[in-house]
């Protein structure tokens, strides 16, 4: 099975996250999405991040409507801070049975030279890159490189920061998350302050 690994730290998940990943599986030769819960990632602030079960339980109830796009939370159990080449061989020992590849966003595309070992990641993995307005240039050495798949996806422009913030200063934020989602939230009272 091919599938295709959706790293964020989903804080929360809102629609754009569930399309893009929607599209890749049904647009495709992914058979499979997973998305992957990052427990901490070293260059967001913590305190608006919500703890990793939260977060877990938020894509868990996100996508029980989408049998293709399964939760993850592989990562919870490494050793911190990790990166993604290690994810990978970690994944790869633990589900030989499967073939993993690679979901980033054109803006990280740009900056995948600058990523611990990228050079094995594209050895061993397809990267599917989904289109971004974003700053900068993506280097030249990806451009056409065999390994790096640009997916024609649609471009969504909501970000999480907008929905906490949104929230934060009382706005209705629900159409840009699943109900449940939204319910969850709502009701445990999180990113109010």
Known sequence: MKIGLYFGTFNPIH??????????????????????????????????????????????????????????????????PNYTVNTLAHIGEKYPQHEFSLIMGEDNLKSFHKWKNYETILENHEVYCYPRIAEGTVKTTF?????????????????????????????????????????????MNFYRK
């Open 15 to 80: 629609v754009g996250h569930i399309i893009i990943a929607n599209h890749l599986v049904e647009y495709s030769d992914l058979d499979e999405i997973w998305m992957v819960v990052t427990p901490h990632n070293p260059h967001k602030k913590k305190s608006s991040l919500l703890e990793n079960h939260h977060r877990y339980e938020l894509v868990y109830i996100a996508l029980e409507d989408y049998p293709k796009i399964k939760p993850s939370d592989i990562e919870f159990k490494l050793p911190q």
């Open 143 to 187: 451009e056409n490189h065999p390994k790096i798949h640009k997916v024609d996806a649609p471009i969504i422009q909501i970000s999480a920061t907008l929905i906490r913030d949104g929230i934060k200063n009382n706005k209705n934020v629900a159409p840009m998350l699943t109900k449940e989602v939204w319910n969850y939230i709502d009701e």
